[in-house]
C-alpha cells in the first residue's frame, strides 16, 4: 500500500507545487487572471486524454508498468521545462505533457487495488492511497511557498522532478505484478485469474491447474449507459470541481482576496490539505465498519457518506467568502476540503462495488468526468476573478469572490441528491 500511496502523494506536490510556483512568476511578469487561468487549467486538458486508455493500458499490461511510464515522463518534463509565463507554447505543451502522463495513475491504481483487495477491505484500502494526495497537497502547501521565496520558483520543478526520479527508481527495484489466483488476497477479491479482461475468448492457464477459463470483452456500451456509473461520473465531476478551483485558486485568494502573504501563514495554509487526509481515512475505517459489523450494507453505507460530506463541503464552501480573517478561510476551506474527502468513501469507492473486474475502465470514464471539471472549473474561475476585478477595481471585496465558491458549493448539493436517487452498492459488471 505504501508505494501506492506515496506515488499520489507526490503527484499532488507537482499539482500544488506548479500553481504555487507559476502563480508567483505570473505575478511577478503581470499576467492577467483570465490568462493565469488558462494556463493552469491546461493540466486537465492532457489529464482528460489519458483517463480511458490509462485504465484500457492498466488492464492490458498491468498497472506496474503503466505507473512507472508515468513518473518517468512527468518528472522528465518537469525537469527540462523552464518556468517563464511568458513562453506560453512551451509551458502549454509541458502541461499537456504532465497532464497526459499523470492521468495514467488513479486508473492504474485501481485496476491493482480490485485484483488485491477483497470486499470488506476495499473503503480503507482506496482511502489510504487516495489520502496521499491530500498529504502531498498539505506538504507542498507547507514547503513550496518558502522554496519559491529562498531559490525561485523553477527550483519547484527541479525539487519535484527529484521525486519523481526517486519514486520511480523505488518503484522499479521493489514493486510485483499484482497476484493471480494462487494468492490469498486475490481469491478474496472474486475474480482471481480473470482480473484482467482480454478479447473475447481468449484462453488463459491458470498457474495452480490446467483448467482454462474464458473472458470476455470490456462492456463499453453497458458501462456507458448504466445509471449507477453516471452517479458515480456526477459526483466525480463536482468533487473534482471542487478541489481543483480550490487547489489552484486558493494561493491567490489568500494573497489577493485576504492580503495574507503565504510564506507567513506558517502550518495555517497547510491545513485545508492535511483535513482531507485525516477525513478520507476517517471515511474509509467508518465505511468498512458500517459495512463489516452490517450496521448499514453497502448501498446505504455509500449514499450516507456522500450526502453527509457533500453537504457539510456545500454550506462551507458557499460561507467561505463571508470570513475575512486568516483563521476563518483556513477554517472554512478545511472543513469544505475535508467533507469532500469523507464523500470519497462514498462515490470513489463504488467503482469496485459496481464492477470490480472493470474498475480501472470505470474508474476512467469517471475520471475524464472529474478532469473536464478541472478544465471548466480552473479557466472559468480565472475568467471570473478577472469580471470581478474589473467591476471592483481589485480583488479584496469578497463580492470579488462569491460566485467562485457558490458555484461548487451548488453542485455539491445537486451531486448528492443523484447519489441519493441512482446509485446502489451492488455488483452490476461480473
Not at 358 to 376: H, P
Not at 386 to 411: K, N, T
Amino acid at each position: 500500500m505504501t508505494p501506492r500511496f506515496s506515488s499520489t502523494c507526490v503527484c499532488y506536490i507537482e499539482r500544488v507545487g506548479f500553481s504555487i510556483a507559476y502563480t508567483v512568476a505570473a505575478d511577478a511578469a503581470g499576467i492577467n487572471q483570465s490568462s493565469k487561468g488558462t494556463i493552469l487549467s491546461t493540466f486537465y486538458y492532457g489529464y482528460a486524454c489519458s483517463q480511458v486508455p490509462g485504465g484500457w493500458a492498466a488492464q492490458k499490461i498491468g498497472g506496474r508498468r503503466v505507473l512507472l511510464l508515468s513518473f518517468v515522463i512527468w518528472s522528465s518534463t518537469c525537469f527540462l521545462v523552464p518556468l517563464d509565463p511568458n513562453r506560453v507554447t512551451i509551458l502549454v505543451i509541458a502541461r499537456l505533457l504532465v497532464g497526459v502522463a499523470q492521468g495514467f495513475i488513479f486508473p492504474s491504481i485501481h485496476t491493482v487495488l480490485a485484483q488485491w483487495v477483497p470486499p470488506h477491505e476495499r473503503s480503507r484500502s482506496v482511502s489510504l492511497t487516495t489520502s496521499g494526495m491530500y498529504l502531498g497537497a498539505a506538504m507542498g502547501m507547507l514547503v513550496l511557498p518558502s522554496l519559491v521565496k529562498f531559490r525561485g520558483p523553477q527550483s519547484v520543478f527541479l525539487a519535484e522532478a527529484a521525486l519523481g526520479v526517486m519514486w520511480s527508481f523505488l518503484w522499479y527495484k521493489y514493486a510485483t505484478d499484482p497476484p493471480r489466483s494462487e494468492h490469498q488476497k486475490a481469491t478474496g477479491t472474486s475474480f482471481g485469474d480473470s482480473s484482467l479482461p482480454t478479447k473475447a475468448g481468449q484462453k488463459i492457464k491458470m498457474e495452480n491447474g490446467p483448467a482454462t477459463i474464458r473472458t470476455s470483452k470490456i462492456p463499453w456500451k453497458r458501462i456507458l449507459v448504466c445509471g449507477p456509473v453516471w452517479a458515480i461520473v456526477v459526483n466525480n465531476f463536482t468533487f473534482h470541481y471542487a478541489l481543483y478551483v480550490l487547489m489552484n485558486w486558493l494561493p491567490t485568494y489568500f494573497e489577493l482576496g485576504l492580503q495574507l502573504s503565504l510564506q507567513e501563514m506558517g502550518f495555517a495554509k497547510m491545513l485545508p490539505y492535511f483535513n482531507m487526509f485525516i477525513f478520507s481515512n476517517i471515511g474509509g475505517v467508518v465505511a468498512d465498519h458500517l459495512i463489516t459489523k452490517r450496521i448499514m450494507s453497502v448501498t446505504k453505507t455509500r449514499k450516507f457518506l456522500n450526502t453527509v460530506g457533500f453537504i457539510f463541503s456545500s454550506l462551507a464552501l458557499m460561507a467561505l467568502p463571508i470570513f475575512r480573517t486568516s483563521g476563518g478561510a483556513v477554517f472554512c476551506s478545511s472543513v469544505a476540503l475535508g467533507f469532500l474527502a469523507l464523500g470519497r468513501a462514498g462515490f470513489a469507492v463504488n467503482h469496485m462495488d459496481i464492477a470490480p473486474k472493470y474498475a480501472g475502465i470505470v474508474m476512467g470514464v469517471s475520471n475524464t468526468a472529474g478532469t473536464l471539471a478541472g478544465i471548466i472549473g480552473v479557466d472559468m474561475t480565472g475568467k471570473l476573478l478577472e469580471s470581478a476585478q474589473a467591476e471592483y477595481s481589485d480583488l479584496s471585496s469578497p463580492e470579488s469572490w462569491r460566485a467562485v465558491f457558490f458555484i461548487p458549493g451548488l453542485l455539491c448539493v445537486f451531486s448528492s441528491f443523484i447519489f441519493l436517487l441512482f446509485s446502489t452498492g451492488e455488483r452490476i459488471f461480473d
